[in-house]
Nanobody
Framework: QVQLVESGGGLVQAGGSLRLSCAASGGTFSNYIMAWFRQAPGKEREFVAGIMRSGGTTSVADSVKGRFTIFRDNAKNTVYLQMINLAPEDTAVYYC??????????????????WGQGTQVTVSS
């Protein structure tokens, strides 16, 4: 059983930056493919970015490509989401998720086994 705790959300002006962190405990962190999802009010939860176990391969949604970067530190059991040039449409609750799968970064929320409680990101115009 893996516990995930996100942090780093907050209120930022358009064009600003934030770094989200997700600390994992209760399992072997490097055994999991990790991802960030987000959910805006009235919308479905959507994939933002994912990273393979070693950190060597990442996948990023087209809507954030070039602005968001996912990376992980397996020694610290933490995955990060660096966000730059934020826009009001990035406003959402951001969730960290862990997948016990092996072969690819999956983009469907149903594929993920563990979830954090979420952290709010609000971007003002």
């Amino acid at each position: 059983q893996v516990q995930l705790v996100e942090s780093g959300g907050g209120l930022v002006q358009a064009g600003g930056s934030l770094r989200l962190s997700c600390a994992a405990s209760g399992g072997t962190f490097s055994n999991y493919i990790m991802a960030w999802f987000r959910q805006a009010p009235g919308k479905e939860r959507e994939f933002v970015a994912g990273i393979m176990r070693s950190g060597g391969t990442t996948s990023v949604a087209d809507s954030v490509k070039g602005r968001f970067t996912i990376f992980r530190d397996n020694a610290k059991n933490t995955v990060y989401l660096q966000m730059i040039n934020l826009a009001p449409e990035d406003t959402a609750v951001y969730y960290c998720a862990a997948d016990r799968g092996w072969f690819q970064i999956r983009r469907q929320r149903v594929e993920y086994d563990y979830w954090g409680q979420g952290t709010q990101v609000t971007v003002s115009s």
